[in-house]
């Protein structure tokens, strides 16, 4: 693997600082490019649901600080151990209900309760194990990010325009990013490179984070709608596409922001090769196919206004599913920091776990 070549990006998402959570908020960019310090377990309940944070591996870590955060606070209020963790286990087991479909969140939290259970320790000792395996995780993102970078730029042919749809990118994780981290290890090595980035309706990722970040990184970017990607596809423009992932089930089903679907359908017409970019702890080894994959319904003002303004007859009948599952069969290849998954993925998911 090439690990000579890495791109230095000076965005950190979210961070563990004393005692209390550091994160970008993401509902104001591109206007503002600005920090919120979270400083209780019930203010990373509403960050996470209302995409102060957002992207999957982003809110497995702000899950994990939120735990912390809870902890911090039960410290004071209950003195048995034992009262301590039951209560404790309660409060992560709450804070993963904050977004159903990015599996990461769970897994995070998950990490979180195995201490609380396993932990000897008195409670202060337990919140200091809490908030140091958070701060494990956060450094272990960005490691995780840089590898998958790496394995996917092997795969990046030269002088390519790299399709992305919403944002996979150091907002996205805490730095680097997954599908915008095989961009940015691309870029390293070849800088003729170039992305074309999805608007992403409803919420604008693509047009309002990635366009943000790749530009704020000097990587060339071009924003297009939606409805743009088979034009661009059929008249050869689009070399590949690499896209992000909420939740991969055993068989390479793959739950991304609404509109992936569409793309890889896309991709498969016009041959062109559609990858996955995801640590492992986006990949769901308890679910056989994305069938089982909860999909968020998010509000219908998502849809009927952009920035605060109406765009449609007022009281039309609206649906808003935030995500849709991508079919294994139309998945080229899934990037993760073990290497590029390939199908069978029953079997080469399974390998990577050792099961
Ligand atoms: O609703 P969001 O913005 O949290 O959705 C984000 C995505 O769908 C990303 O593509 C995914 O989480 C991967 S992030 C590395």
């Known amino acids: 693997m090439d690990t000579q070549k890495q791109f230095q990006s000076k965005i950190k998402t ?11 908020d993401q509902t104001v960019i591109p206007y503002e490019y600005k920090f919120v310090n979270i400083t209780n377990g019930e203010d990373m309940y509403d960050a996470i649901k209302t995409m102060i944070v ?17 902890a911090q606070a039960l410290a004071k209020e209950i003195p048995s151990v034992s009262d301590f ?10 804070m993963k209900t904050s977004r159903p479909t990015a599996v990461n969140l769970m897994w995070a ?7 609380i259970k396993k932990s000897e320790s008195d409670i202060r000792g337990i919140v200091n194990e809490l ?24 795969v990046v042919p030269k002088g390519a325009t790299i ?18 981290g095989v961009v940015r290890s691309a870029y390293a090595k070849d800088n003729t490179i170039q992305v074309f980035a999805d608007e992403t309706r409803p919420r604008q990722q693509g047009a309002r984070i990635t366009t943000f970040e790749l530009t704020m990184d000097g990587i060339p970017v071009t924003l297009i709608t939606d409805g743009m990607c088979s034009y661009f596809m059929k008249k050869g423009m689009i070399d590949m596409v690499v896209v992000g992932a909420d939740r991969i089930a055993s068989n390479g089903d793959t739950a991304n922001k609404i509109g992936t679907y569409t793309v890889a359908i896309s991709a498969k017409y016009h041959n062109v090769p559609f990858y996955i970019a995801a640590p492992l702890s986006t990949i769901d080894t308890s679910i056989k196919s994305g069938d089982e994959i909860p999909i968020e319904e998010r509000s219908h003002e998502e849809v009927t206004h952009i920035n605060g303004k109406r765009i449609c007859a007022e009281g039309v009948k609206v649906i808003n599913p935030g995500f849709d599952v991508t079919p ?12 590029i998954l390939k199908p069978d993925y029953n079997k080469s998911i399974a390998e990577a776990f050792g099961i």
Not at 54 to 70: D, E, K, M, S, Y
């Open 328 to 339: 294994h069969e139309l998945i080229t290849g899934i990037i993760t920091e073990k290497g």
């Open 109 to 115: 939290c998950e990490k979180q309760i195995e201490i």
């Open 163 to 180: 399709l992305t749809h919403c944002n996979a990118g150091a907002l996205a994780t805490v730095g680097y990013g997954t599908a915008l």
């Open 54 to 70: 957002r992207g999957a591996p982003a809110i497995g870590i702000a899950g994990a600080h939120g735990v912390v955060l809870f």
């Open 131 to 154: 908030k140091e395996n958070a701060i494990r995780l956060e450094n272990e993102d960005i490691e995780i990010n840089k590898k998958i970078g790496d394995y996917g730029s092997q």
């Open 85 to 94: 963790k039951s209560e404790l286990i309660k409060k992560a087991q709450y």
């Open 14 to 24: 979210i961070e563990w600082v004393d005692n209390y959570s550091r994160m970008v």
